[in-house]
């Protein structure tokens, strides 16, 4: 019994340590996706927080999840904060921190209102011959535990579908605004 017990505890160990230095030290996700839409317009929709509500996929998740707008919602400053009863999509609170029209727009998403570790995401946007390509980006620091690490795994998979999916409500959504202009 004793033998079993410390195998499984230095298998465990093991594990973790291997873990520690062969997993990144980062979250790095990366989508990308091309709107036969102009530029200005498929830009407008990102920069303008109150248009998310027609293509962000944690809207998808939880079409009930309550949005606060802050004064501003369009370019730096802008912001809003959420908050959901759904595990997958949580609360917390999103800015613009920059904004250069259309070329890309970055900002601090913070989970759970926790403001000393924001997660950035960034957005870059290039027109190529009358489209739009779109790329969404989000790194975040996963630091030295390896416990961190494991999960960051699992989360890149995860929100890499979500951006997918959120691209792809997105290009619609655009594309539909193009028709109709």
């Not at 079993?4 to 505890?9: A, M």
């Not at 091309?34 to 027609?54: G, Y």
């Amino acid at each position: 019994m004793r033998k079993k017990l410390l195998l499984i505890t230095s298998g465990i160990i093991l594990f973790f340590t291997i873990g520690y230095f062969v997993l990144p030290n980062e979250l790095n996700v990366n989508s990308t996706v091309t709107i036969d839409a102009p530029i200005d317009l498929v830009f407008a929709q990102v920069n303008d927080l109150k248009n998310w509500e027609n293509w962000s996929p944690w809207k998808q998740l939880d079409p009930k999840m309550k949005i606060n707008y802050g004064e501003n919602t369009i370019g730096v400053g802008g912001s809003y904060a959420w908050t959901s009863k759904n595990p997958n999509v949580d609360s917390g609170s999103m800015e613009i921190s920059k904004s250069k029209p259309n070329q890309s727009i970055e900002t601090k998403i913070f989970f759970r209102n926790d403001k000393s570790k924001p997660s950035p995401s960034n957005w870059k946007f290039e027109e190529i011959s009358g489209k739009t390509k779109v790329t969404w980006l989000m790194r975040s620091d996963l630091g030295a535990n390896p416990l961190s690490k494991f999960i960051g795994i699992m989360v890149n998979g995860k929100l890499g579908t979500l951006f997918d999916a959120g691209l792809n409500k997105l290009k619609f959504h655009s594309e539909e605004l193009s028709k109709n202009k």
